[in-house]
């Protein structure tokens, strides 16, 4: 059976002693992107989504994933960064934004990923491409990029080319842009700080694109990347990332029609994030939550501790109310050992979504000898003559 319980049973465990729903909530965030996502990325909390799940044109947001693979490659060895790398015909008949490489050059790697980050060029990434792919070609490697794409859980995504190019079968969804974002983020933090330089003058050849597009670098609001997009289909668009304190926020907004607009709404949702929701600790590690009843055990409870301090993200005007729970299935069988997960605390803070946070054995329960057998055989037989063979457990 499953087994309930609210906080009012547990208050000397639950840090902020909240019981009760509060009537103060952060107001929604009307934004007026075609699509947008964020995500606080340390309680993995949703504060916003819209047509979060529909594929849509990335343009040069898109980028992101040739620097992932690009980043790996460097990582296991495949390139370096000091490596030079020649440019192709196909690579230098790339319009719109460009280092204005030609084939005469052998450009430096980590020259080519400074190049896409801040300059967002489209021929610096078809030679990262075809030095990658499979087969030599870009194509090659925007199959690659799909696959590897699934692989870390973007299910919306397909690439047909390494750099955003308008095609019609070239699309992602924000919620893909922004597990993208995440993964930039931790798995390459030796990278990451490039997305926050705001100028790359490369080999002097462009004085008119050194300047990173990205709205908020310029503003000490804690922004530090990640990358912008523009097409006629797709707008404009930005994956953004801000770190304020112990907090960073993860956004994804297309759809904009202005490059004004795009950092207004940008601006907007980063201070939106931050000033409106908060991080609390609700419960403290190795602290009991809850007792859980345990079956032919040596002792007839365990403790439900958290195996961490666990923090969720609040309306920041919701004062200290929190509905809350513990939920498990029990009786629990001995044995049971120390750490291992028998039940979830679900919390339900007001306008987000339910958080589900595991609860694990406080101690170890061994099973019980034959006295605890006699007795729990005695109870089983006594709760069926009173209440009938249902309620027995």
């Known amino acids: 059976m499953t087994i309930r319980f609210t906080p009012a049973t547990c208050i000397g465990a639950l840090a902020g002693l909240w019981v009760a729903a509060s009537a103060s909530t952060a107001l929604a965030f009307d934004t007026k992107a075609r699509a947008a996502y964020v995500v606080d990325q340390g309680t993995n909390t949703v504060l916003l989504e819209k047509n979060a799940n529909v594929p849509m044109p990335p343009a040069s947001m898109s980028k992101l994933m040739t620097l992932y693979v690009a980043f790996e490659a460097v990582r296991d060895g495949r390139l370096t960064m000091d490596e030079r790398l020649p440019v192709s015909e196909h690579a230098m008949s790339y319009k719109g934004s460009t280092m204005f490489l030609d084939t005469t050059d052998r450009v430096r790697v980590e020259d080519l990923l400074r190049g896409i980050i801040v300059l967002s060029g489209n021929d610096a990434c078809a030679v990262i491409a075809e030095a990658l792919s499979p087969d030599g070609t870009e194509a ?17 995504s397909t690439f047909m080319n390494s750099n955003g190019w308008p095609d019609p079968g070239h699309r992602m969804s924000v919620r893909d842009l922004a597990v993208l974002a995440e993964h930039l983020i931790e798995d390459f933090p030796e990278f990451y700080p490039m997305f926050a330089e705001q100028e790359f003058a490369f080999d002097g050849r462009a004085p008119s694109n050194v300047r990173n597009r990205n709205p908020l670098l310029q503003l000490d609001i804690g922004a530090d990347g ?49 000033r409106q929701f ?73 306008d987000l979504p339910e958080m589900r946070l595991p ?6 329960v061994g099973t019980g000898g034959f006295p605890v057998k ?20």
Do not use: C
């Not at 770190?243 to 709404?265: H, L």
């Open 140 to 156: 090659g490697f925007a199959r690659y990029m799909t696959r590897r794409a699934r692989e870390l859980g973007m299910t919306e």
């Open 226 to 274: 990640l990358k912008t997009g523009h097409t006629q289909e797709a707008g404009y668009g930005l994956v953004g990332s801000a770190k304020q304190g112990d907090r960073r926020v993860i956004f994804v907004i297309s759809g904009m029609n202005t490059t004004p607009e795009r950092a207004e709404e940008s601006e907007a949702i980063v201070n939106w994030s931050f």
């Open 278 to 350: 908060t991080k609390r600790t609700i419960a403290r590690e190795g602290l009991a939550v809850e007792q859980a009843e345990v079956w032919m055990g040596e002792s007839p409870t365990v403790g439900l501790v958290p195996a961490e301090d666990l923090e969720i993200l609040l309306p920041a005007l919701s004062g200290d109310a929190i509905n809350a729970e513990v939920v498990y299935t029990g009786p629990v069988t001995a044995p049971i050992q120390a750490g291992q997960q028998l039940a979830e605390l679900v919390v339900q803070p007001e």
């Open 359 to 364: 609860l694990v054995a406080q101690s170890d």
């Open 374 to 393: 006699v007795m729990t055989a005695a109870r089983v037989l006594v709760t069926r003559f009173l209440n009938g063979p249902e309620d027995a457990l």
